[in-house]
Structures are given as structure tokens and as C-alpha cells.
């Protein structure tokens, strides 16, 4: 059973460096009212690199599930006030790996946790891969290391990697590919 609902109240009770918690209150088209902490979140990107034959990741320590080199698609949050993710992606693979694309192609977008928190990661496919002609400054927190596996390797890497963005970003290039 599903209710419209409308936003009454919103009280902000954290504010961070990558994401807020506010709590919101929401009455029902019944009357009811329910209070609700939610994560805001700008949003991000998440980059399938295709190169050929080659699929391109990074590895990164990623503390919040204690594993030091997650196997991850290019990605990275929505922090430019304003930026189309399609921009937004390709700064990120500037940043992240020193590469541009010449062709760019959507594989849609999701939202990551929809019963606490409004991020939504727009992804896409990059192919036609050079270097860039200069590598934007990576943030100094940032612990990046650039994986290369052949695209044979596919289904191996979707069989075993646990990062939700990037198994939807591999799944939908699968479907594309017609595996």
C-alpha cells in the first residue's frame, strides 16, 4: 500500500565532509506523521572504463568495511556546486586514473540506499581512452592504486567483488554487451 506524503518539518543534526544527517518530519495522506533521520547526499558517478578489450578499476582502502583495496569502477562524488555528472565523470577519470574519453554513453543511475539516504550514483560507460594532457591534483586522502583486467575476466570480477556501484555498473555493461 502506498501514500503520498509531504515534508513538514526538517531539522539538520549533522553536517560533515561528505555527507549530512537531518531529521525530517512527514505526515500521510492519512494524517499520520513519521519522523525520519535521513543522509543527504549530493550524489556521485561511477565510471565504467572500457578500453578495447580492457577494463579498467581502481584499488582503494576503503576503512567503513575494513578493506584496504576495494576492486572499484572510476567514481567519485558530485562536490562541484552545479555539475552535470557527465562533467562531473569526466573530472573524476582525470583525477583518478590520468585519462580522458572520447565517447561517453549513460548506463543509468540508482539510489544506493533508499530507506536512509537520497544518494543517487549516475553511471556511465567511457571508451575511446587516451591520457590527459595533465593529471589534475588527487585529494592527499586519497590512496589510489589503477587495475587493468582484460574484459575475459568479466564475469570472474562479478562473481566476487562486493561494491554495489560497481556490480550495477558491470551488470548493465554486460546486458549492453549482450553476454
Known amino acids: 500500500m502506498s501514500s503520498n506524503f509531504e515534508r513538514i518539518a526538517t531539522e539538520k543534526i549533522f553536517e560533515g565532509k561528505f555527507f549530512d ?42 576503512e567503513a568495511v575494513g578493506i584496504p583495496d576495494l576492486l572499484e569502477i572510476v567514481a567519485g562524488k558530485l562536490d562541484v556546486e552545479g555539475e552535470d555528472p557527465l562533467e562531473s565523470a569526466k573530472r573524476e577519470l582525470a583525477e583518478e586514473i590520468g585519462k580522458q574519453a572520447s565517447e561517453w554513453a549513460s548506463l543509468g543511475s540508482f539510489f544506493t540506499t533508499p530507506g536512509f539516504t537520497n544518494e543517487e550514483i549516475h553511471l556511465f560507460l567511457a571508451q575511446g581512452i587516451s591520457d590527459v594532457d595533465e593529471r589534475p591534483e588527487v585529494e592527499e586522502d586519497e590512496r589510489i592504486d589503477v587495475e587493468i583486467r582484460p574484459l575475459s575476466d568479466l564475469d570472474d570480477v562479478l562473481a566476487t567483488n562486493k561494491d554495489s556501484k560497481t556490480l550495477i555498473a558491470l551488470f548493465r555493461l554486460r546486458d549492453r554487451l549482450g553476454r
Open 21 to 62: 544527517v537531518e531529521r525530517g518530519t512527514f505526515r500521510h495522506e492519512d494524517g499520520s506523521e513519521v519522523k525520519r533521520e535521513n543522509v543527504t547526499h549530493p550524489g556521485a558517478v561511477g565510471v565504467v572504463v572500457l578500453d578495447g578489450d580492457q577494463l579498467w578499476f581502481v584499488r582503494q582502502p576503503r
